[in-house]
């Protein structure tokens, strides 16, 4: 089971790293629409064909399934954190920004009258 939790942080390290190099792109967010989708289908199959997780988890050198789909969630719960943090710190740039060129305009036009 070790080399699963080396590999699944290696996993979340890249895809961070992605993600953080490729924010506010089509790209990243085609990634993570596609990702959610991914996930998505991997629970249902999870409910409904629970003796095949638990398969793939003992091949993965996890005891049980129900652990295999717990620890794909701590990485897309890791995942979603992040991508949410990342999304509001850009927005509070933003709007910033916006405030600043606002400001700016409010001036001028008092400066002119």
């Not at 924010?23 to 249902?44: D, H, I, M, P």
């Not at 398969?55 to 005891?63: E, F, K, T």
């Amino acid at each position: 089971m070790i080399w699963f939790q080396i590999l699944s942080l290696l996993v979340i390290v890249a895809l961070v790293g992605f993600f953080m190099a490729n924010r506010g792109t089509a790209r990243s967010s085609a990634g993570v629409k596609l990702l959610f989708v991914a996930f998505v289908v991997f629970g249902v199959y999870a409910m409904l064909r629970q003796n095949d997780v638990t398969w793939v988890a003992n091949r993965l050198g996890i005891q049980r399934g129900l652990d295999l789909v717990l620890f794909l969630l701590v990485i897309a719960f890791a995942f979603t954190t992040v991508s949410t943090y990342l999304r509001f710190r850009d927005l509070e740039i933003r709007y910033a920004q916006l405030a600043r060129a606002i400001a700016l305009q409010n001036a001028r036009s008092e400066n002119e009258e």
